[in-house]
């Protein structure tokens, strides 16, 4: 059995990591990010696949790394803040497939997302750049219809909306 290549971070190289997009779906966390408006933050991807639709922040799931802990370092990396699973709340599974993917226009991508909502307070001039190049506050009914946001995040409006409801009871 051929082993595969992994990076010192233990991340698999690119190659390795290529032949994985192709054949199995990935597993990843969104984040529905909303301030004390009920706004969402939004970041415009500069990366494939989504390349430039705003799309809300999140990230793979790494091997043996717990849902808890990739939480914790995907809005590290995204928001620059840490934030605890535990003061998140579930909005669902959800499904993404991508025409294209990080390494190719016509590799296709298949995510499956657990997806949840949370409250924070940021200021937009300070997130990290490395996976969006831009951000903004979009409130919920605006991103619903704005053909710039991303189908995928725009999906999560049901569950986020039902959520909001629900806490207003």
């Given at each position: 059995?051929?082993?595969?290549?992994t990076?010192?971070?233990?991340?698999?190289?690119?190659?390795?990591?290529?032949?994985?997009?192709?054949?199995?779906?990935l597993?990843?966390?969104?984040?529905?990010v909303?301030?004390?408006?009920?706004?969402?933050?939004?970041?415009?991807?500069?990366?494939?696949?989504?390349?430039?639709?705003?799309?809300?922040?999140?990230?793979?799931?790494?091997?043996?790394?717990?849902?808890?802990?990739?939480?914790w370092?995907?809005?590290?990396?995204?928001l620059?803040?840490?934030?605890?699973?535990?003061?998140?709340?579930?909005?669902?599974?959800?499904?993404?497939?991508?025409?294209?993917?990080?390494?190719?226009?016509?590799?296709?991508?298949?995510?499956?997302?657990?997806?949840?909502?949370?409250?924070?307070?940021?200021?937009?001039?300070?997130?990290?750049?490395?996976?969006?190049?831009?951000?903004?506050?979009?409130?919920?009914?605006?991103?619903?219809?704005?053909?710039?946001?991303?189908?995928?995040?725009?999906?999560?409006?049901?569950?986020?909306?039902?959520?909001?409801?629900?806490?207003?009871?």
């Open positions: 059995m051929n082993e595969l290549q990076t010192e971070k233990g991340w698999l190289s690119d190659d390795a990591f290529g032949q994985v997009v192709a054949n199995t779906p597993v990843s966390l969104d984040f529905v909303t301030n004390p408006l009920g706004e969402w933050l939004l970041g415009q991807r500069q990366n494939r696949p989504a390349q430039g639709y705003w799309f809300v922040p999140g990230g793979r799931v790494r091997k043996n790394e717990t849902l808890t802990a990739a939480a370092r995907l809005t590290a990396n995204e620059g803040r840490p934030q605890s699973l535990a003061n998140m709340s579930f909005l669902g599974v959800y499904e993404h497939f991508y025409a294209d993917s990080m390494f190719a226009s016509d590799l296709t991508t298949h995510y499956v997302v657990l997806a949840y909502q949370f409250g924070l307070s940021l200021e937009l001039d300070s997130l990290p750049r490395h996976q969006h190049n831009r951000y903004r506050w979009w409130a919920p009914q605006i991103n619903c219809e704005h053909a710039s946001v991303h189908p995928n995040t725009r999906a999560y409006l049901p569950a986020v909306s039902a959520l909001t409801s629900t806490s207003l009871v």
